[in-house]
Protein backbone atom coordinates (compact mmCIF):
# COMPACT_ATOMS: atom_id res chain seq x y z
CA UNK A 1 0.00 0.00 0.00
CA UNK A 2 1.46 3.34 -0.38
CA UNK A 3 -0.39 7.12 0.39
CA UNK A 4 -0.87 9.55 -1.49
CA UNK A 5 -2.73 12.61 -2.46
CA UNK A 6 -5.16 13.46 -5.66
CA UNK A 7 -3.65 16.47 -7.03
CA UNK A 8 -7.18 18.07 -7.93
CA UNK A 9 -9.00 17.58 -4.55
CA UNK A 10 -5.97 16.67 -2.35
CA UNK A 11 -8.20 14.16 -0.50
CA UNK A 12 -5.85 11.54 0.85
CA UNK A 13 -5.88 8.04 -0.87
CA UNK A 14 -4.40 4.39 0.02
CA UNK A 15 -3.05 2.63 -2.93
CA UNK A 16 -2.68 -1.43 -3.42
CA UNK A 17 -0.24 -1.06 -5.70
CA UNK A 18 -0.29 -5.15 -6.73
CA UNK A 19 -3.88 -4.63 -7.71
CA UNK A 20 -3.06 -2.23 -10.47
CA UNK A 21 -3.58 -3.21 -13.89
CA UNK A 22 0.13 -4.13 -16.17
CA UNK A 23 0.48 -0.37 -18.19
CA UNK A 24 -2.16 1.39 -16.41
CA UNK A 25 -1.41 5.28 -17.21
CA UNK A 26 -4.16 6.57 -14.54
CA UNK A 27 -7.04 6.15 -12.49
CA UNK A 28 -9.70 8.30 -11.12
CA UNK A 29 -9.99 10.14 -7.54
CA UNK A 30 -12.88 8.57 -5.62
CA UNK A 31 -14.10 11.79 -4.61
CA UNK A 32 -13.54 14.36 -7.19
CA UNK A 33 -13.46 11.72 -10.42
CA UNK A 34 -10.56 13.31 -11.97
CA UNK A 35 -7.94 11.55 -13.17
CA UNK A 36 -4.65 10.98 -11.20
CA UNK A 37 -1.86 10.06 -13.63
CA UNK A 38 0.98 7.25 -12.35
CA UNK A 39 3.98 5.81 -13.70
CA UNK A 40 4.91 2.54 -12.94
CA UNK A 41 8.90 2.51 -12.26
CA UNK A 42 11.25 -0.09 -13.43
CA UNK A 43 14.76 -1.15 -12.44
CA UNK A 44 16.70 1.34 -15.19
CA UNK A 45 17.20 5.20 -13.48
CA UNK A 46 14.23 7.67 -13.33
CA UNK A 47 12.78 9.15 -16.58
CA UNK A 48 13.50 12.90 -16.53
CA UNK A 49 10.73 13.06 -19.32
CA UNK A 50 7.95 12.70 -16.24
CA UNK A 51 5.14 15.08 -15.36
CA UNK A 52 5.67 16.11 -11.64
CA UNK A 53 2.53 15.91 -10.58
CA UNK A 54 2.53 11.97 -11.92
CA UNK A 55 2.41 9.65 -8.73
CA UNK A 56 5.56 7.10 -8.93
CA UNK A 57 4.87 3.34 -7.85
CA UNK A 58 6.94 0.24 -7.61
CA UNK A 59 5.76 -2.55 -9.59
CA UNK A 60 5.09 -5.82 -7.44
CA UNK A 61 7.16 -8.40 -8.67
CA UNK A 62 5.22 -11.64 -8.96
CA UNK A 63 7.92 -14.19 -9.70
CA UNK A 64 9.97 -16.02 -7.62
CA UNK A 65 13.99 -15.04 -8.06
CA UNK A 66 16.62 -17.91 -9.80
CA UNK A 67 20.14 -18.82 -8.84
CA UNK A 68 22.54 -19.27 -11.53
CA UNK A 69 26.45 -20.68 -11.00
CA UNK A 70 29.06 -18.81 -12.60
CA UNK A 71 30.91 -21.63 -14.51
CA UNK A 72 34.57 -22.36 -13.65
CA UNK A 73 37.14 -24.89 -13.61
CA UNK A 74 35.57 -27.34 -11.59
CA UNK A 75 32.11 -26.50 -11.93
CA UNK A 76 29.69 -26.09 -15.17
CA UNK A 77 26.87 -23.49 -15.58
CA UNK A 78 23.74 -24.43 -13.63
CA UNK A 79 20.35 -22.31 -13.10
CA UNK A 80 18.19 -23.33 -10.21
CA UNK A 81 14.51 -21.56 -10.06
CA UNK A 82 13.66 -20.80 -6.45
CA UNK A 83 10.09 -21.73 -5.22
CA UNK A 84 8.06 -20.53 -2.16
CA UNK A 85 9.84 -22.03 1.05
CA UNK A 86 12.94 -23.02 1.77
CA UNK A 87 16.35 -24.20 -0.04
CA UNK A 88 18.88 -25.57 1.52
CA UNK A 89 21.65 -24.79 -1.53
CA UNK A 90 25.15 -26.82 -1.44
CA UNK A 91 27.31 -29.03 -3.06
CA UNK A 92 25.96 -32.52 -4.46
CA UNK A 93 27.26 -35.55 -2.77
CA UNK A 94 26.18 -39.40 -2.26
CA UNK A 95 25.85 -39.23 1.39
CA UNK A 96 22.52 -38.10 2.57
CA UNK A 97 21.59 -34.67 3.22
CA UNK A 98 18.77 -32.45 3.60
CA UNK A 99 20.40 -30.27 0.20
CA UNK A 100 16.84 -29.36 -2.17
CA UNK A 101 19.45 -27.80 -4.74
CA UNK A 102 22.71 -29.36 -5.41
CA UNK A 103 25.18 -28.45 -6.88
CA UNK A 104 27.56 -30.64 -9.42
CA UNK A 105 31.10 -29.02 -8.40
CA UNK A 106 34.27 -30.34 -7.79
CA UNK A 107 34.93 -27.58 -5.15
CA UNK A 108 35.35 -29.05 -1.84
CA UNK A 109 35.52 -26.06 0.27
CA UNK A 110 31.93 -26.26 -0.40
CA UNK A 111 29.63 -27.88 2.08
CA UNK A 112 26.85 -30.24 1.46
CA UNK A 113 24.34 -27.86 2.96
CA UNK A 114 26.03 -24.59 2.62
CA UNK A 115 23.45 -21.69 2.49
CA UNK A 116 19.80 -21.65 3.08
CA UNK A 117 17.60 -19.36 0.97
CA UNK A 118 14.00 -18.80 2.32
CA UNK A 119 11.57 -17.09 -0.01
CA UNK A 120 8.20 -15.36 1.22
CA UNK A 121 5.44 -13.73 0.03
CA UNK A 122 5.00 -10.15 1.27
CA UNK A 123 2.03 -8.52 2.15
CA UNK A 124 2.01 -6.98 -1.46
CA UNK A 125 1.65 -10.48 -2.93
CA UNK A 126 5.26 -10.05 -4.68
CA UNK A 127 8.21 -12.79 -3.00
CA UNK A 128 10.89 -11.44 -0.55
CA UNK A 129 14.21 -13.91 -1.14
CA UNK A 130 15.88 -14.22 2.35
CA UNK A 131 19.63 -16.03 2.54
CA UNK A 132 21.57 -16.81 5.38
CA UNK A 133 24.47 -19.39 6.01
CA UNK A 134 23.53 -22.63 6.94
CA UNK A 135 26.40 -23.13 9.46
CA UNK A 136 29.03 -23.68 7.21
CA UNK A 137 32.33 -24.52 7.80
CA UNK A 138 34.06 -22.19 5.23
CA UNK A 139 31.34 -19.14 5.48
CA UNK A 140 29.14 -17.64 3.19
CA UNK A 141 30.39 -14.15 1.16
CA UNK A 142 27.52 -11.90 -0.24
CA UNK A 143 28.43 -9.28 -1.85
CA UNK A 144 32.01 -9.45 -0.75
CA UNK A 145 31.10 -9.43 3.07
CA UNK A 146 30.89 -12.56 4.69
CA UNK A 147 27.33 -13.30 6.47
CA UNK A 148 27.70 -13.85 10.32
CA UNK A 149 26.34 -16.19 11.90
CA UNK A 150 22.30 -16.28 12.70
CA UNK A 151 22.88 -12.96 10.05
CA UNK A 152 20.12 -13.00 7.55
CA UNK A 153 19.71 -11.03 4.50
CA UNK A 154 17.11 -9.91 1.68
CA UNK A 155 18.60 -10.72 -1.64
CA UNK A 156 18.17 -8.30 -4.47
CA UNK A 157 18.85 -8.46 -8.47
CA UNK A 158 21.92 -9.38 -9.34
CA UNK A 159 23.55 -10.13 -5.73
CA UNK A 160 26.80 -12.18 -5.76
CA UNK A 161 26.92 -15.26 -3.00
CA UNK A 162 30.35 -17.31 -2.51
CA UNK A 163 29.59 -20.85 -0.98
CA UNK A 164 33.25 -22.19 -0.90
CA UNK A 165 35.21 -20.87 -3.75
CA UNK A 166 31.94 -20.95 -6.42
CA UNK A 167 29.94 -18.02 -7.07
CA UNK A 168 26.48 -17.94 -7.57
CA UNK A 169 24.26 -15.00 -8.96
CA UNK A 170 20.89 -14.48 -7.44
CA UNK A 171 18.50 -12.95 -10.03
CA UNK A 172 14.59 -12.04 -9.48
Do not use: W
Request: charged content about 25%; glycine content about 6%; some cysteine.
Amino acid sequence: MISLKCPHCHVGLKVDEGKLPSGIEAFKCPKCKSLIPISMLSEKEGDDSLVSDTTLLLPVKKTTGRLTVIPDAGTQEQIFPLSEGIAIIGRKSSRPSRTTISIQTTDRSMSREHIRIEVKKDVRGGYKHYLSDNNSKNHTLYNSNFLENEEVVILNNNDEIIIGRTVLRFNE
